[in-house]
């Protein structure tokens, strides 16, 4: 059973560096058929995509967030990790990892982490 | 791009509770569903428009024609209360609905 757990910082002061870090564990991180996704929900809001990274260390952003964002990979220690740059107050949410499946046209978020609550406050 | 869902539906348990989510040409596109129980995680219930991940129950159906994707719930049960989000794909960015709050009372 595949298990994803995000780890960081809970509080992080405007204008800085969040840094969150997911570990995966029961499965490969290193396969094609998957992606590594980060996906954020503001407190009483909806779900908010941020960006994924694959296999081959390919990554695709958000838009709305591309500047500030970076997404990485390390195969080695089987986690991928996440960065959002300038923060404010609006950046406060719970970020989730999850793994994408891939089949062709075909596409889901099949496994989740539990989620981290990231706080945006001096 | 955008995904449109009504925020709040009501049912009766043991009726049926259908949930929509409309987009432009979303039926040009796969469209997945997520329920989301208060304090956890979101779960995958529908992808590909209508196939259900192993362990999902029958009740779980979708459908996605025109612009509009249904997920329906028949039987609805007092444990399917739930936040629910339609999600799509367009081009290289996922889109999710603002989300469904289901109130079974």
């Known amino acids: 059973q595949l298990h994803l757990q995000e780890s960081g910082s809970g509080l992080v002061k405007p204008s800085q560096t969040l840094s969150l870090t997911c570990s995966v564990s029961?499965?490969?991180?290193?396969?094609?058929?998957?992606?590594w996704n980060w996906i954020r929900q503001p407190p009483g809001k909806g779900l908010e995509w941020i960006g994924y990274?694959?296999?081959?260390?390919?990554?695709y952003y958000n838009p709305s967030l591309e500047s500030r964002v970076t997404i990485s990979l390390d195969t080695s220690m089987s986690q991928f990790s996440l960065k959002l740059s300038s923060v404010t107050a609006t950046d406060t949410a719970v970020y989730y990892c999850?793994?994408?499946?891939?089949?062709?046209?075909?596409?889901?978020?099949?496994?989740w982490g539990q989620g981290s609550l990231v706080t945006v406050s001096s | 791009y955008e995904l449109t869902q009504p925020p709040s539906v009501s049912v009766s348990p043991g009726q049926t509770a259908s949930i929509s989510c409309s987009g432009d040409?979303?039926?040009?596109?796969?469209a997945c569903w997520y329920q989301q129980k208060a304090g956890q995680s979101p779960v995958l219930v529908i992808f590909?428009?209508?196939k259900r991940p192993s362990g999902i129950p029958e009740r779980f159906s979708g459908s996605n024609f025109g612009n509009i994707a249904t997920l329906t719930i028949s039987g609805t049960q007092v444990l399917d209360e739930a936040d629910y989000y339609c999600?799509?794909?367009?081009?290289?960015?996922?889109?999710f609905g603002g989300g469904t709050k289901l109130t079974v009372l």
């Open positions: 990274i694959s296999h081959t260390g390919s990554t």
């Open positions: 999850a793994r994408e499946g891939i089949v062709g046209a075909t596409r889901y978020f099949d496994y």
């Open positions: 040409k979303l039926g040009d596109k796969y």
């Open positions: 029961g499965g490969s991180i290193n396969t094609g058929a998957f992606s």
């Open positions: 590909e428009d209508n």
């Open positions: 999600q799509a794909w367009d081009r290289t960015t996922a889109i």
